[in-house]
């Protein structure tokens, strides 16, 4: 494994620039051709590298291309690396911030989250072509809609799960550098609120309002939050009324459930539903979608067995490492809940993700390149030990 060390820190330099190239692209979700340009990159380097590659369009959508390449296919373990082109930023966000490395961090948008994430399986991939070290099939999946929920590529992620022995993530790591073991599981409920319009000056009483409603639904949905451990409920947008002289007729609600377990994932769901189909006003009607984008990523046998692996990895490559759990979700959670081992926060240390902070640490990228390559070298330690 230390052999592995040398070859990956030559790589920083190249790492970088790319880099550079992928962060200076504005490739918010819902910009399609931001996120089609950064494909159209990534989709040059691996048939550069001998991939073969398949590229979905979301037409109808505002969704931008999903890119599958794989390599490999020999004897060995099947692994499935996943990570994603889009960002949470706006167009206009990289004219404001552009990729920047001052000392040993960088930033711009989506440096960490997760541009420099999939740069490095990448390049940890390349790492073992270059250094003679075998490896079995692997499938890198390229994901456009990830910030979102993945409502386009979950089913394609899924599919794709269905045959492989092992999923390895590359969403950043934590900052002191621990991989992820567990994830919780993200639902959200569109919420309206109908009411009745009328004067508010004139004849309040033959109104109905809609705010009133969703205060109270508000604060019994918020009620929830202490009932089981781990879960939290938000009611997280609110949106209402027309002018301050009308009652208001109608109300939107964004609520957030996250839950370290799918039963109670399952058993909060149930819950909210049954506090909006409650009113204290039976002339008003609340109506709801619930979209459960994940169900968590739980640290069960493989996924243990899978980071324990790490662990070893990391303590033949001269340092040590440790796993740990998070509320965001993320793709890991659609393999881990289909049964397959899967780790997450493989990519580079850094913080702030979200935000206009957000950074990687420079210094980590040769040693987490090494790790990864050596994760997916030795992938199938973590299948034998559970046959």
Known sequence: MRALLAPAAARLDGYLADLRDLVDIDSGSHSAAGVNAVVDRLEERFRGGGWTTERTGNPGTPFGDLLVARTGGGAGTRVLVIGHTDTVFDDGTVAERPFTITGDRATGPGVNDMKGGVLLAINAIELLRETGTPFGEITFVCNPDEEVGSPSSHDV?????????????????????????????????????????????????????????????????????????????????????????????????????????????????????????????????????????HR????????????????????????????????????????????????????????????????????????????????????????????
Do not use: Y
Not at 358 to 374: F, T
């Open 157 to 293: 992620i899924a599919r794709l799960a269905g045959s492989t022995d092992v999923s390895l993530v590359f969403e950043a790591a934590r900052e002191d550098g621990s991989c992820v073991s567990a994830r919780k599981g993200v639902s959200d409920f569109e919420v309206t609120v109908v009411g009745r319009a009328a004067h508010a000056g004139v004849e309040p009483e033959r109104g109905r309002s809609a705010i009133i409603e969703a205060a109270h639904r508000a604060i019994e949905l918020h009620g929830l939050n202490g009932r089981w451990p781990g879960v939290t409920v938000n009611v997280g947008t609110v949106r209402g009324g027309t002018r301050p002289n009308v009652v208001p007729a109608e109300t939107h609600m964004i609520i957030d459930l996250r839950s370290p377990t799918a039963d109670v994932q399952r058993e909060a769901e149930d819950a909210i539903e049954e506090v909006l189909r409650r009113t204290v006003d039976p002339d008003v009607r609340v109506e709801f979608v619930r979209k459960t984008w």
């Open 296 to 387: 968590p990523m739980e640290k069960k046998e493989g996924v243990a067995r899978l980071a324990d692996l790490a662990h070893d990895v990391a303590r033949d490559l001269g340092f040590e490492h440790r796993d740990a759990s998070t509320g965001g979700g993320s793709d890991a959670c659609t393999t881990a809940a289909l049964g397959v081992p899967t780790l997450d926060g493989l990519g580079p240390v850094g913080g702030d993700p979200h935000s206009v902070k957000e950074w990687m640490d420079v210094p980590s990228v040769p040693q987490r390149i090494a790790l990864a390559a050596g994760l997916i070298a030795r992938a199938g330690e973590a299948v034998t030990r559970a046959s």
